[in-house]
């Protein structure tokens, strides 16, 4: 069985420095995709940044980028020039390739928290 | 695009009615939606994956007879809390799985269930 774990339970940084939140999970499959999503105090979750297994280019969107080791099985998530609408909880996500359910396997999450 | 709506965003009822939430996935057809639960301060707890013209498929412990989902159409999923408890209190969120270059699951913004 997979299993993500995130363990920072919580962090903070002051406004427009660099932070990097830890993830690493546990897979004996060879494809899958890796996902950070971001929760606001608004609870509603959205998606960060996607990394596909078999691609050894890490995924970037904007000021955020991934450090991907596939075999460390470690899938960090990079903020730059980070902003106070960073302040979130973050989740770490997981799903098999072809996925039979596509079903998420979650991390426990990192409360990130940005300061003035 | 990838937007999935959430009816209603916040409800209060009494013991012992039922309630219904609905999930849209507004922009694209999803033959698989989740819903999850969500407890303060904690991870999603998937609930359910819904698939399109069949029965859903529920997670161990979830109680079927209670949380009754339906999923229509390709765009539209129904979750009904039946007989409901104050233990039944919390945030219930869906996602719609969009299929295609880029597997991944887009979220509603969640609904908040409050048992009197």
């Known amino acids: 069985a997979q299993t993500v774990t995130q363990s920072q339970p919580e962090m903070s940084v002051q406004e427009a420095e660099t932070v990097t939140l830890s993830c690493t999970y546990d897979?004996?499959?060879?494809?899958?995709?890796l996902f950070w999503y971001k929760q606001p105090p608004s609870r509603q979750m959205i998606l960060v940044i996607r990394?596909?297994?078999?691609k050894q280019q890490n995924a970037t969107e904007n000021r955020f980028s991934v450090n991907f080791q596939k075999a460390a099985k470690s899938f960090s998530l990079k903020i730059s020039d980070s902003q106070l609408g960073d302040t979130a909880m973050y989740f770490c996500?997981?799903?098999?390739?072809?996925?039979?359910?596509?079903?998420?396997?979650w991390g426990a999450g990192t409360k990130l928290i940005i300061k003035p | 695009g990838a937007v999935v709506s959430q009816h209603p965003s916040w409800v209060i009822c009494k013991s012992g009615t039922s309630v219904k939430i609905e999930c849209r996935s507004l922009?694209?057809?999803?033959?698989?939606m989740f819903w999850y639960r969500q407890f303060p301060k904690q991870s999603l707890m998937l609930m359910a994956t819904?698939?399109?013209?069949?029965?859903?498929?529920?997670e161990q412990g979830v109680e079927k007879d209670k949380f009754l989902i339906n999923h229509a159409s390709l765009t539209l999923s129904t979750l009904t809390v039946t007989s409901a408890h104050p233990e039944d209190s919390s945030f219930y969120i869906c996602?719609?799985?969009?299929?295609?270059?880029?597997?991944?699951?887009?979220f509603g913004p969640g609904t908040r269930l409050t048992v009197l």
């Open positions: 897979t004996s499959e060879s494809n899958y995709y």
């Open positions: 819904s698939n399109e013209g069949s029965k859903a498929t529920y």
């Open positions: 996602s719609a799985f969009r299929s295609g270059r880029a597997d991944t699951q887009y």
């Open positions: 922009d694209f057809q999803a033959t698989t």
């Open positions: 996500a997981f799903m098999k390739q072809p996925a039979s359910n596509y079903q998420l396997i």
């Open positions: 990394q596909e297994a078999y």
